[in-house]
Protein backbone atom coordinates (compact mmCIF):
# COMPACT_ATOMS: atom_id res chain seq x y z
CA UNK A 1 0.00 0.00 0.00
CA UNK A 2 1.05 3.24 -1.07
CA UNK A 3 1.51 6.32 1.59
CA UNK A 4 -1.11 7.97 -0.29
CA UNK A 5 -3.60 4.89 -0.24
CA UNK A 6 -5.99 3.89 2.11
CA UNK A 7 -6.83 0.74 1.11
CA UNK A 8 -10.24 -1.09 0.40
CA UNK A 9 -13.21 0.44 2.21
CA UNK A 10 -16.80 -1.06 2.41
CA UNK A 11 -19.53 0.51 0.49
CA UNK A 12 -21.24 2.00 3.75
CA UNK A 13 -18.15 4.18 4.45
CA UNK A 14 -18.67 6.65 1.41
CA UNK A 15 -22.24 7.49 3.01
CA UNK A 16 -20.71 7.70 6.54
CA UNK A 17 -17.48 9.58 5.62
CA UNK A 18 -19.88 12.30 3.88
CA UNK A 19 -22.08 12.93 6.71
CA UNK A 20 -19.23 13.31 9.02
CA UNK A 21 -17.52 15.49 6.79
CA UNK A 22 -20.89 17.38 5.89
CA UNK A 23 -20.75 18.12 10.56
CA UNK A 24 -24.17 16.28 10.36
CA UNK A 25 -22.64 13.09 12.95
CA UNK A 26 -22.32 15.02 16.23
CA UNK A 27 -25.20 16.48 17.61
CA UNK A 28 -25.32 20.17 18.23
CA UNK A 29 -24.25 21.68 21.48
CA UNK A 30 -26.30 23.16 23.85
CA UNK A 31 -25.50 26.70 23.70
CA UNK A 32 -26.35 28.86 20.21
CA UNK A 33 -23.66 28.55 18.20
CA UNK A 34 -21.53 31.38 17.52
CA UNK A 35 -20.27 32.84 14.61
CA UNK A 36 -16.91 31.12 14.75
CA UNK A 37 -18.86 27.80 14.52
CA UNK A 38 -20.85 29.04 11.31
CA UNK A 39 -17.53 30.19 9.62
CA UNK A 40 -16.27 26.80 10.65
CA UNK A 41 -19.32 25.23 9.44
CA UNK A 42 -19.35 26.95 6.05
CA UNK A 43 -15.81 26.18 5.49
CA UNK A 44 -16.51 22.11 6.19
CA UNK A 45 -19.40 22.33 3.24
CA UNK A 46 -17.14 24.69 0.88
CA UNK A 47 -20.16 25.83 -0.24
CA UNK A 48 -23.68 26.99 1.12
CA UNK A 49 -26.23 27.40 -1.47
CA UNK A 50 -28.58 30.09 -1.14
CA UNK A 51 -32.48 30.11 -2.65
CA UNK A 52 -34.93 32.28 -1.56
CA UNK A 53 -38.12 29.57 -0.47
CA UNK A 54 -39.18 30.85 2.86
CA UNK A 55 -41.92 28.35 4.31
CA UNK A 56 -39.73 27.75 6.71
CA UNK A 57 -36.10 29.12 7.19
CA UNK A 58 -34.19 30.02 4.10
CA UNK A 59 -32.16 27.25 2.89
CA UNK A 60 -28.60 28.24 4.17
CA UNK A 61 -30.21 29.47 7.41
CA UNK A 62 -31.76 25.89 7.65
CA UNK A 63 -28.82 24.22 6.56
CA UNK A 64 -26.40 25.84 9.07
CA UNK A 65 -29.13 25.20 11.62
CA UNK A 66 -29.02 21.14 11.03
CA UNK A 67 -25.11 21.27 11.66
CA UNK A 68 -24.79 23.66 14.79
CA UNK A 69 -28.02 24.08 16.10
CA UNK A 70 -29.75 26.87 17.61
CA UNK A 71 -27.93 30.70 16.08
CA UNK A 72 -29.24 34.48 15.43
CA UNK A 73 -29.87 34.34 11.93
CA UNK A 74 -28.27 37.70 11.61
CA UNK A 75 -24.72 35.92 12.62
CA UNK A 76 -24.70 34.54 8.86
CA UNK A 77 -25.53 38.06 7.95
CA UNK A 78 -22.50 39.71 9.83
CA UNK A 79 -20.29 37.12 8.30
CA UNK A 80 -20.84 38.08 4.85
CA UNK A 81 -21.52 41.78 6.00
CA UNK A 82 -17.73 41.77 7.89
CA UNK A 83 -16.15 39.62 4.65
CA UNK A 84 -15.80 36.52 6.07
CA UNK A 85 -17.89 34.92 3.88
CA UNK A 86 -18.37 36.08 0.24
CA UNK A 87 -21.45 35.52 -2.20
CA UNK A 88 -20.57 33.88 -5.46
CA UNK A 89 -21.53 30.80 -8.26
CA UNK A 90 -20.17 27.30 -7.03
CA UNK A 91 -22.75 24.34 -7.05
CA UNK A 92 -25.37 27.49 -7.65
CA UNK A 93 -25.38 31.01 -5.83
CA UNK A 94 -23.67 30.41 -2.82
CA UNK A 95 -22.05 31.66 0.45
CA UNK A 96 -18.34 30.66 0.16
CA UNK A 97 -15.49 30.57 2.54
CA UNK A 98 -13.32 33.96 2.49
CA UNK A 99 -10.33 31.57 2.43
CA UNK A 100 -11.53 30.84 -1.74
CA UNK A 101 -11.61 34.57 -2.85
CA UNK A 102 -8.71 34.35 -4.37
CA UNK A 103 -9.52 30.86 -6.27
CA UNK A 104 -12.93 32.24 -7.00
CA UNK A 105 -11.51 35.51 -8.00
CA UNK A 106 -9.21 33.58 -10.99
CA UNK A 107 -12.99 31.44 -12.14
CA UNK A 108 -14.65 35.13 -12.45
CA UNK A 109 -11.77 36.95 -14.67
CA UNK A 110 -10.58 33.77 -16.31
CA UNK A 111 -12.67 30.66 -15.97
CA UNK A 112 -16.15 31.47 -17.15
CA UNK A 113 -16.43 31.21 -20.62
CA UNK A 114 -18.70 34.44 -22.29
CA UNK A 115 -21.80 32.91 -23.58
CA UNK A 116 -22.32 35.05 -27.37
CA UNK A 117 -25.70 36.33 -26.06
CA UNK A 118 -24.15 37.55 -22.86
CA UNK A 119 -21.52 39.43 -24.59
CA UNK A 120 -23.68 40.80 -27.21
CA UNK A 121 -25.81 41.90 -24.47
CA UNK A 122 -22.91 43.81 -22.57
CA UNK A 123 -21.67 45.36 -26.18
CA UNK A 124 -25.24 46.82 -27.02
CA UNK A 125 -26.03 48.18 -23.72
CA UNK A 126 -22.06 49.32 -22.86
CA UNK A 127 -23.84 53.18 -22.17
CA UNK A 128 -25.88 51.15 -19.58
CA UNK A 129 -23.32 48.81 -17.79
CA UNK A 130 -20.58 52.02 -17.84
CA UNK A 131 -24.02 53.90 -15.74
CA UNK A 132 -24.72 51.39 -13.56
CA UNK A 133 -21.20 51.05 -12.87
CA UNK A 134 -20.74 54.36 -12.28
CA UNK A 135 -23.55 55.14 -10.32
CA UNK A 136 -21.93 52.05 -7.81
CA UNK A 137 -18.40 53.75 -7.56
CA UNK A 138 -20.43 57.07 -6.75
CA UNK A 139 -23.01 56.43 -4.24
CA UNK A 140 -21.93 53.20 -2.82
CA UNK A 141 -22.99 49.93 -2.67
CA UNK A 142 -26.79 49.63 -4.48
CA UNK A 143 -29.23 46.98 -5.23
CA UNK A 144 -31.27 46.09 -8.20
CA UNK A 145 -34.49 48.15 -6.66
CA UNK A 146 -32.26 50.97 -6.35
CA UNK A 147 -32.37 50.97 -10.09
CA UNK A 148 -36.24 52.46 -10.61
CA UNK A 149 -37.00 52.42 -14.25
CA UNK A 150 -39.47 55.39 -14.95
CA UNK A 151 -41.20 53.63 -17.72
CA UNK A 152 -41.42 49.89 -15.75
CA UNK A 153 -39.85 48.07 -18.86
CA UNK A 154 -37.93 45.29 -18.80
CA UNK A 155 -35.16 43.61 -20.07
CA UNK A 156 -36.63 40.58 -22.11
CA UNK A 157 -34.85 38.02 -19.60
CA UNK A 158 -37.08 36.62 -17.14
CA UNK A 159 -39.06 40.06 -17.57
CA UNK A 160 -36.07 41.74 -15.89
CA UNK A 161 -35.50 45.19 -15.96
CA UNK A 162 -31.79 45.95 -17.82
CA UNK A 163 -30.26 47.60 -14.93
CA UNK A 164 -30.66 44.01 -12.98
CA UNK A 165 -29.16 42.00 -16.03
CA UNK A 166 -26.02 44.43 -16.26
CA UNK A 167 -25.98 43.93 -12.45
CA UNK A 168 -26.06 40.32 -12.62
CA UNK A 169 -23.77 39.86 -15.81
CA UNK A 170 -21.13 42.08 -13.70
CA UNK A 171 -21.17 39.95 -10.59
CA UNK A 172 -20.43 36.91 -12.76
CA UNK A 173 -17.65 38.62 -14.35
CA UNK A 174 -16.34 39.75 -11.11
CA UNK A 175 -16.81 43.82 -11.76
CA UNK A 176 -19.92 44.05 -9.19
CA UNK A 177 -19.08 41.40 -6.17
CA UNK A 178 -22.32 41.25 -3.39
CA UNK A 179 -20.67 41.72 -0.06
CA UNK A 180 -23.89 41.77 1.47
CA UNK A 181 -27.83 40.66 1.23
CA UNK A 182 -30.98 43.44 2.26
CA UNK A 183 -34.11 41.37 2.62
CA UNK A 184 -32.11 38.98 0.86
CA UNK A 185 -31.38 41.35 -2.16
CA UNK A 186 -28.21 41.12 -3.24
CA UNK A 187 -26.32 44.65 -2.58
CA UNK A 188 -23.51 45.38 -4.98
CA UNK A 189 -20.37 47.09 -4.15
CA UNK A 190 -16.88 47.51 -6.28
CA UNK A 191 -14.23 44.62 -5.37
CA UNK A 192 -11.42 47.01 -3.95
CA UNK A 193 -14.20 48.35 -1.66
CA UNK A 194 -14.95 44.70 -0.21
CA UNK A 195 -11.41 43.23 -0.51
CA UNK A 196 -9.61 46.10 0.10
CA UNK A 197 -6.25 44.42 0.88
CA UNK A 198 -6.68 41.77 -1.72
CA UNK A 199 -4.90 42.63 -5.52
CA UNK A 200 -5.65 40.86 -8.62
CA UNK A 201 -1.66 41.01 -9.41
CA UNK A 202 -2.01 38.18 -6.69
CA UNK A 203 -4.50 35.79 -8.04
CA UNK A 204 -3.57 32.26 -8.79
CA UNK A 205 -3.39 30.80 -12.29
CA UNK A 206 -6.73 28.86 -13.48
CA UNK A 207 -4.98 25.78 -12.86
CA UNK A 208 -4.12 26.50 -9.31
CA UNK A 209 -7.85 28.18 -8.83
CA UNK A 210 -9.46 24.66 -10.09
CA UNK A 211 -6.86 22.55 -8.25
CA UNK A 212 -7.58 24.27 -4.62
CA UNK A 213 -11.05 24.19 -5.79
CA UNK A 214 -11.02 20.61 -6.68
CA UNK A 215 -9.47 19.88 -3.06
CA UNK A 216 -12.01 21.82 -1.17
CA UNK A 217 -14.73 19.47 -2.51
CA UNK A 218 -13.04 16.57 -2.00
CA UNK A 219 -12.92 17.57 1.65
CA UNK A 220 -16.50 18.42 1.45
CA UNK A 221 -17.70 14.83 0.13
CA UNK A 222 -15.39 12.65 2.70
CA UNK A 223 -14.86 10.23 -0.50
CA UNK A 224 -15.25 11.50 -3.82
CA UNK A 225 -15.23 10.31 -7.80
CA UNK A 226 -14.77 12.90 -9.97
CA UNK A 227 -18.53 13.64 -11.15
CA UNK A 228 -20.00 14.25 -7.68
CA UNK A 229 -16.86 16.99 -7.73
CA UNK A 230 -17.82 18.29 -10.77
CA UNK A 231 -21.53 18.73 -9.66
CA UNK A 232 -20.38 20.34 -6.03
CA UNK A 233 -18.43 22.69 -8.38
CA UNK A 234 -20.98 22.73 -11.11
CA UNK A 235 -20.89 26.56 -12.42
CA UNK A 236 -17.32 26.87 -12.40
CA UNK A 237 -17.42 25.80 -15.61
CA UNK A 238 -15.28 22.40 -15.74
CA UNK A 239 -15.49 19.81 -17.34
CA UNK A 240 -15.64 16.38 -16.45
CA UNK A 241 -12.90 15.16 -18.10
CA UNK A 242 -10.48 18.31 -16.66
CA UNK A 243 -12.19 17.50 -12.96
CA UNK A 244 -10.70 13.69 -13.18
CA UNK A 245 -7.56 14.64 -14.71
CA UNK A 246 -6.35 17.31 -11.91
CA UNK A 247 -7.96 14.85 -9.45
CA UNK A 248 -5.79 11.98 -10.45
CA UNK A 249 -2.88 14.83 -10.79
CA UNK A 250 -3.27 16.00 -7.13
CA UNK A 251 -3.24 12.24 -5.79
CA UNK A 252 0.20 11.42 -7.63
CA UNK A 253 1.96 14.58 -5.89
CA UNK A 254 0.11 13.15 -2.65
CA UNK A 255 -2.25 16.18 -2.22
CA UNK A 256 -5.43 13.76 -2.20
CA UNK A 257 -5.78 10.20 -1.36
CA UNK A 258 -7.02 7.64 -2.94
CA UNK A 259 -9.29 4.37 -1.26
CA UNK A 260 -10.88 2.01 -3.14
CA UNK A 261 -14.73 1.75 -2.16
CA UNK A 262 -16.79 -1.81 -2.33
CA UNK A 263 -19.01 -1.72 -5.61
CA UNK A 264 -16.69 1.41 -7.31
CA UNK A 265 -15.60 0.87 -10.45
CA UNK A 266 -12.68 3.37 -9.59
CA UNK A 267 -10.93 4.62 -6.80
CA UNK A 268 -12.58 7.31 -4.10
CA UNK A 269 -10.56 10.57 -3.47
CA UNK A 270 -9.66 11.57 0.20
CA UNK A 271 -8.72 14.77 1.34
CA UNK A 272 -5.64 14.35 3.67
CA UNK A 273 -7.74 16.30 6.67
CA UNK A 274 -10.16 13.23 6.24
CA UNK A 275 -8.17 10.14 6.96
CA UNK A 276 -8.77 9.47 10.08
CA UNK A 277 -12.33 10.34 9.24
CA UNK A 278 -12.60 7.69 6.49
CA UNK A 279 -10.76 5.14 8.92
CA UNK A 280 -13.29 5.92 11.49
CA UNK A 281 -16.45 5.43 9.10
CA UNK A 282 -15.14 2.12 7.55
CA UNK A 283 -15.01 0.50 11.12
CA UNK A 284 -18.26 -1.74 11.51
CA UNK A 285 -19.60 0.83 14.07
CA UNK A 286 -22.43 2.21 13.21
CA UNK A 287 -22.57 5.89 13.72
CA UNK A 288 -24.15 7.49 17.08
CA UNK A 289 -28.40 8.04 15.93
CA UNK A 290 -28.75 11.72 15.58
CA UNK A 291 -31.55 13.17 13.57
CA UNK A 292 -31.62 15.96 11.37
CA UNK A 293 -34.05 17.83 9.06
CA UNK A 294 -32.47 18.70 5.69
CA UNK A 295 -32.92 21.66 3.24
CA UNK A 296 -33.78 20.37 0.07
CA UNK A 297 -30.72 22.00 -0.94
CA UNK A 298 -28.38 20.88 1.60
CA UNK A 299 -25.29 19.41 0.28
CA UNK A 300 -26.12 15.87 1.52
CA UNK A 301 -28.90 15.85 -1.23
CA UNK A 302 -28.79 18.53 -3.68
CA UNK A 303 -26.76 16.13 -5.96
CA UNK A 304 -29.57 13.90 -6.50
CA UNK A 305 -27.88 11.21 -8.08
CA UNK A 306 -25.37 10.90 -5.58
CA UNK A 307 -28.21 11.01 -2.79
CA UNK A 308 -29.99 8.11 -5.03
CA UNK A 309 -26.79 6.19 -4.60
CA UNK A 310 -24.93 6.59 -1.04
CA UNK A 311 -28.91 6.90 0.46
CA UNK A 312 -31.26 4.89 -1.73
CA UNK A 313 -33.41 8.17 -1.27
CA UNK A 314 -34.88 9.85 -4.51
CA UNK A 315 -35.96 13.33 -4.12
CA UNK A 316 -37.04 15.75 -5.77
CA UNK A 317 -38.33 18.96 -5.14
CA UNK A 318 -42.05 19.70 -6.27
CA UNK A 319 -42.68 23.42 -5.23
CA UNK A 320 -42.55 23.75 -9.30
CA UNK A 321 -44.78 20.65 -9.70
CA UNK A 322 -48.59 22.00 -10.41
CA UNK A 323 -50.25 21.34 -7.25
CA UNK A 324 -52.18 18.43 -8.29
CA UNK A 325 -49.29 16.19 -8.90
CA UNK A 326 -47.37 16.78 -5.84
CA UNK A 327 -46.86 13.46 -4.21
CA UNK A 328 -45.14 14.94 -1.33
CA UNK A 329 -45.88 18.42 -0.97
CA UNK A 330 -44.48 21.71 -1.88
CA UNK A 331 -40.94 22.01 0.04
CA UNK A 332 -40.60 18.84 1.31
CA UNK A 333 -37.48 18.41 3.93
CA UNK A 334 -35.46 14.98 3.87
CA UNK A 335 -35.00 13.27 7.65
CA UNK A 336 -31.53 12.11 8.27
CA UNK A 337 -31.57 9.55 11.14
CA UNK A 338 -28.38 8.05 12.17
CA UNK A 339 -26.71 7.22 8.40
CA UNK A 340 -29.94 7.12 6.54
CA UNK A 341 -32.46 9.47 4.75
CA UNK A 342 -35.34 7.53 6.38
CA UNK A 343 -38.19 9.82 5.00
CA UNK A 344 -39.73 13.46 3.90
CA UNK A 345 -41.92 16.41 5.91
CA UNK A 346 -43.96 19.05 4.22
CA UNK A 347 -43.50 21.92 6.77
CA UNK A 348 -45.05 25.47 7.20
CA UNK A 349 -43.89 27.84 9.54
CA UNK A 350 -46.87 30.25 10.83
CA UNK A 351 -44.68 33.12 12.40
CA UNK A 352 -47.55 34.84 13.36
CA UNK A 353 -49.51 32.14 15.00
CA UNK A 354 -46.44 30.33 16.82
CA UNK A 355 -46.98 27.30 14.73
CA UNK A 356 -44.94 24.81 13.40
CA UNK A 357 -47.16 23.15 10.92
CA UNK A 358 -46.06 19.55 9.15
CA UNK A 359 -49.00 18.95 6.44
CA UNK A 360 -47.86 15.57 6.24
CA UNK A 361 -44.45 13.47 6.89
CA UNK A 362 -44.01 10.07 4.56
CA UNK A 363 -41.58 7.27 6.01
CA UNK A 364 -39.25 5.57 3.13
CA UNK A 365 -40.69 2.07 2.43
CA UNK A 366 -38.92 -0.31 4.88
CA UNK A 367 -38.10 1.99 7.90
CA UNK A 368 -38.33 0.92 10.76
CA UNK A 369 -40.86 2.27 13.46
CA UNK A 370 -38.35 2.51 16.76
CA UNK A 371 -39.46 4.51 19.86
CA UNK A 372 -35.41 6.10 19.29
CA UNK A 373 -36.69 7.21 15.84
CA UNK A 374 -40.02 8.51 16.81
CA UNK A 375 -38.26 10.35 20.21
CA UNK A 376 -35.55 11.80 17.93
CA UNK A 377 -37.93 12.69 15.51
CA UNK A 378 -40.41 14.81 17.79
CA UNK A 379 -37.29 16.66 19.71
CA UNK A 380 -35.94 17.88 16.69
CA UNK A 381 -38.83 18.70 14.93
CA UNK A 382 -40.02 20.89 18.41
CA UNK A 383 -36.22 22.03 18.80
CA UNK A 384 -36.72 23.42 14.65
CA UNK A 385 -40.21 25.06 15.73
CA UNK A 386 -38.72 26.91 18.78
CA UNK A 387 -35.51 28.03 17.04
CA UNK A 388 -38.19 29.24 14.31
CA UNK A 389 -40.46 31.51 16.46
CA UNK A 390 -43.18 29.09 16.31
CA UNK A 391 -43.17 26.66 19.53
CA UNK A 392 -46.59 24.68 18.38
CA UNK A 393 -46.07 21.69 16.95
CA UNK A 394 -49.14 20.18 14.66
CA UNK A 395 -48.53 16.87 12.45
CA UNK A 396 -51.66 17.20 10.47
CA UNK A 397 -51.09 13.62 8.35
CA UNK A 398 -48.67 10.70 7.86
CA UNK A 399 -49.66 7.04 6.07
CA UNK A 400 -47.81 5.76 9.12
CA UNK A 401 -50.33 4.41 11.48
CA UNK A 402 -50.30 6.37 14.56
CA UNK A 403 -46.57 8.63 13.86
CA UNK A 404 -48.59 11.92 13.79
CA UNK A 405 -50.09 11.66 16.99
CA UNK A 406 -46.70 10.37 18.46
CA UNK A 407 -45.10 12.80 17.09
CA UNK A 408 -48.04 15.58 18.51
CA UNK A 409 -48.00 13.50 21.74
Same mark, same amino acid.
Given at each position: ?62 VLWSRVGDYD ?61 ? #? /? +? &? ?5 ? $? *?? %? ?6 ? =? @? ?83 ? #? /? +? &? ?5 ? $? *?? %? ?6 ? =? @? ?29 LSPFDPVTWD ?46 ? +? ?18 TAALVDGLRD ?30
Open positions: MSPTDLGSVPAHTARRALLAAQGLTAAPGARAATPAGLLAAIRRMHSLQIDTISVVARSPYLPAALEGLLAGHRIFEYWSHAACFLHADDWPAYRSVMLHGRPSHPWRATWMANHRELVTAVLD #R /V +R &TEGPLRS $A *DF %ERPDHKSG =G @WWDWKEEKIALGLLFAGGALPAPRRDRFQRVYDLPERVFPDWSDASIPTLDEAHAALIRGAVRALGIARPEWVQNYLYTTWMKRV #R /V +R &TLMQRLA $A *DG %ELLTCGVQ =G @WKEPGYVHPENAALVESAASGRRPRTRTAIRARASELFGFDYRIECYTPAPKRQYGYFTLPILSGDALVGRLDPKAH +RKLGVFEVKAIHLEPGTQITLRRMAAWHGTPEVVVRHSPTPGLADALNG
